[in-house]
Structures are given as structure tokens and as C-alpha cells.
Nanobody
Framework: QVQLVESGGGLVQAGDSLRLSCAAS????????MGWFRQTPGKEREFVAA????????SYSDSVKGRFTISRDNAKNTVYLQMNSLKPEDTAVYYC??????????????????WGPGTQVTVSS
């Protein structure tokens, strides 16, 4: 089992950058594929990015590809989401998630077993 806590959210202007962090508890962090999702009121949780257990492979949604970068530091039990060129449509609660059941970079929210409480990102125009 793993517990996750996000940090780094806030209010920024369009075009700014922000880096989210997700700290994981436990000694088996490297056993999990890690993902970032986001959600706005009334909408389903949306896949943003995922990183493999070693950090060698990544996957992104089309809406953030080229602007966001996911990475992980297994020595620090932390996964990051660097967000550049932010747009108002990036406004959402961002969640990190852990998937210990598959080696694949999965994009479905229901395929991840563990979730953090989320951190709000607001991008003003």
C-alpha cells in the first residue's frame, strides 16, 4: 500500500509555470507506475501524464504534450509534474495516482489503485 500527498498548486497567470510534487510513503515506491490526473467540477477525472516504474518511459495527453513534463525520483519517493505555458483551461484539481497492478502506462482513472487528496491549480487569463 502507498499513501500519496500532492503539493505545489496555486494561482498563476496564463503563460506561467508551476511544478507539482507528489510525495509517497512506503518503501516500495519504485513498484508503482505513477500518474497525474486532473478534474474540474462536473467533469470526469482526466488523464494528464504517466511515468513508468523506472522513470524511463512517459505518456501524455494530447492537451498537455509539449508543455508538461512528468518525472520521478525513486530515492525521494516523489513524482513531479512540471507545467509550462499554462493556459486557463489547465485550471483543475490535480491528483497523483499509483498503479501497482500493471507495467503499462495506463490512462484510465479506474486503473489506478491509490490516490492523493489533490491540489488546486488555477490559471488566470
Amino acid at each position: 500500500q502507498v499513501q500519496l500527498v500532492e503539493s505545489g498548486g496555486g494561482l498563476v497567470q496564463a503563460g506561467d509555470s508551476l511544478r507539482l510534487s507528489c510525495a509517497a510513503s512506503g518503501r516500495t515506491f519504485s513498484s508503482y507506475t505513477m500518474g497525474w490526473f486532473r478534474q474540474t467540477p462536473g467533469k470526469e477525472r482526466e488523464f494528464v501524464a504517466a511515468v513508468s516504474r523506472s522513470g524511463a518511459a512517459t505518456s501524455y495527453s494530447d492537451s498537455v504534450k509539449g508543455r508538461f513534463t512528468i518525472s520521478r525520483d525513486n530515492a525521494k519517493n516523489t513524482v513531479y509534474l512540471q507545467m509550462n505555458s499554462l493556459k486557463p483551461e489547465d485550471t483543475a484539481v490535480y491528483y497523483c495516482a499509483a498503479d501497482g497492478a500493471s507495467w503499462s502506462l495506463r490512462v484510465g482513472a479506474n486503473e489506478y489503485q491509490y490516490w492523493g487528496p489533490g491540489t488546486q491549480v488555477t490559471v488566470s487569463s
